[in-house]
T-cell receptor, first 114, second 115 residues
Framework: KAGVTQTPRYLIKTRGQQVTLSCSPI?????VSWYQQTPGQGLQFLFE???????NKGNFPGRFSGRQFSNSRSEMNVSTLELGDSALYLC?????????????FGEGSRLTVL | AQSVTQLGSHVSVSEGALVLLRCNYS??????LFWYVQYPNQGLQLLLK??????LVKGINGFEAEFKKSETSFHLTKPSAHMSDAAEYFC?????????????FGAGTRLFVKA
């Protein structure tokens, strides 16, 4: 069974640009969560999608958005990039019917904003 | 509200020595607790989880953790460290929210293993 796949793995952008990151969950998993990981702030929850609906949201500005498609694949978008958006963005999926919150993570997309 | 505190951002042990990584949690409902490990340039991988069954939980790679409700702790241990254990370890607490779950992570503890 394939794991969680995130693309691209690495990318470099400049301030003011926008970026879209993609996440394909484990087959059969319908919940997808996104986290931002930085050395200073650790792992911060961005949002969670389930069946194409945003179910939970963290405390990030509106520049951070996401969506989920009918095949459970998810994308997140960051507009008007700032230097502080440089981070490792991790996607995680959860099994349908799983009732503990166990997460399966991808390897992440490392974004560098110059 | 839920929160997780990991004591010590860095822990250094000698190969073969006991590993002890500390985690305390706060939760208004019975928690689900997890330890994840992250190797360089990789995502997080589940080590073990507590889901209200046995209080002593065994995980992969010889790690185990004990849930102590009275101390609100979920410390991670391994009797004998191996060089391959060098990584960053995250304690996490999960609880129901909006029909799903919200998982809060601790700040992480980086484990160094000396030869």
């Amino acid at each position: 069974k394939a794991g969680v796949t995130q693309t691209p793995r690495y990318l470099i952008k400049t301030r003011g640009q926008q970026v879209t990151l993609s996440c394909s969950p484990i087959s059969g998993h319908r919940s997808v969560s996104w986290y931002q990981q930085t050395p200073g702030q650790g792992l911060q929850f961005l949002f969670e999608y389930f069946s194409e609906t945003q179910r939970n949201k963290g405390n990030f500005p509106g520049r951070f958005s996401g969506r989920q498609f009918s095949n459970s694949r998810s994308e997140m978008n960051v507009s008007t990039l700032e230097l502080g958006d440089s981070a490792l963005y991790l996607c995680a999926s959860s099994a349908s019917g799983e009732n503990t919150g166990e997460l399966f993570f991808g390897e992440g997309s490392r974004l560098t904003v110059l | 509200a839920q929160s997780v505190t990991q004591l010590g951002s860095h822990v250094s042990v000698s190969e073969g020595a006991l590993v002890l990584l500390r985690c305390n949690y706060s939760s208004s409902v019975p928690p689900y607790l997890f330890w994840y490990v992250q190797y360089p340039n990789q995502g997080l991988q589940l080590l073990l989880k507590y889901t209200s069954a046995a209080t002593l939980v065994k995980g992969i790679n010889g790690f185990e953790a004990e849930f102590k409700k009275s101390e609100t702790s979920f410390h991670l241990t391994k009797p004998s460290a191996h060089m391959s254990d060098a990584a960053e370890y995250f304690c996490a607490v999960s609880g129901p929210k909006s029909g799903g779950f919200k998982t809060i992570f601790g700040a992480g503890t980086r484990l160094f293993v000396k030869a």
